[in-house]
């Protein structure tokens, strides 16, 4: 299959350090959730649901601010814009957090991000994302199965802008590596 869109910008969060395009921009020795809560004010976000959402949510919507700056996005159908992402734990980080505020009073604040595809629902609300939305949970995060459901989504029409990839929020190891796939 010949390539139908191409790689913009990415977004990788390795140990302590985020990257835009292979560069460092912020590093911090806090955990993910302090973490990402400083992205969001380096960023000067401002969106009030940030400070209510689950880690993963929160840096779906931070790595998707990274991807979409100087981007040219806003002609683009919003129905044609998708989401695809992946990982291995699904929500299990935020479901034991709520399993534990059940010994007193349950949560719902955090039962709503008991669900994987949360993310994809944030991000789609800030950024008018109305296209196809995907979230692979698989015992191993395989790029390709993305890579492959990306290159589909391109080939077939459905989407002219896709923002991908892994945002693994397990406690043993946290994983984020997100990209802006464009049409040619």
């Given at each position: 299959m010949k390539a139908s869109y191409q790689i913009v910008s990415r977004v990788e969060l390795i140990q302590n350090q985020l990257y835009v395009n292979q560069k460092p921009v912020i590093e911090c020795d806090a955990d993910l959730d302090q973490f990402a809560k400083l992205c969001y004010q380096h960023l000067q976000m401002h969106y009030p649901k940030f400070y209510k959402m689950d880690t993963a949510c929160k840096w779906g919507l931070i790595g998707t601010e990274l991807l979409l700056q100087n981007q040219e996005v806003a002609s683009i159908d919003p129905f044609k814009k998708a989401l695809v992402f992946?990982?291995?734990?699904?929500?299990?980080?935020?479901?034991?957090?709520?399993?534990q505020s059940m010994?007193?009073?349950?949560?719902?604040?955090l039962f709503v991000y008991t669900l994987p595809n949360i993310v994809m629902g944030e991000i789609?609300?800030?950024?008018?994302?109305?296209?196809?939305?995907?979230?692979?949970?698989?015992a191993d995060t395989n790029c390709t199965t993305v890579e492959t459901y990306v290159e589909l989504l391109f080939a077939n029409e459905v989407a002219e802008l896709v923002v991908a990839g892994t945002i693994e929020i397990s406690e043993e190891k946290p994983f984020i590596q997100l990209f802006l796939a464009v049409k040619p």
């Open positions: 992946q990982n291995t734990s699904s929500s299990l980080t935020t479901d034991r957090n709520y399993q010994a007193s009073i349950p949560s719902p604040a789609a609300i800030r950024n008018q994302f109305k296209g196809e939305n995907t979230f692979f949970v698989a």
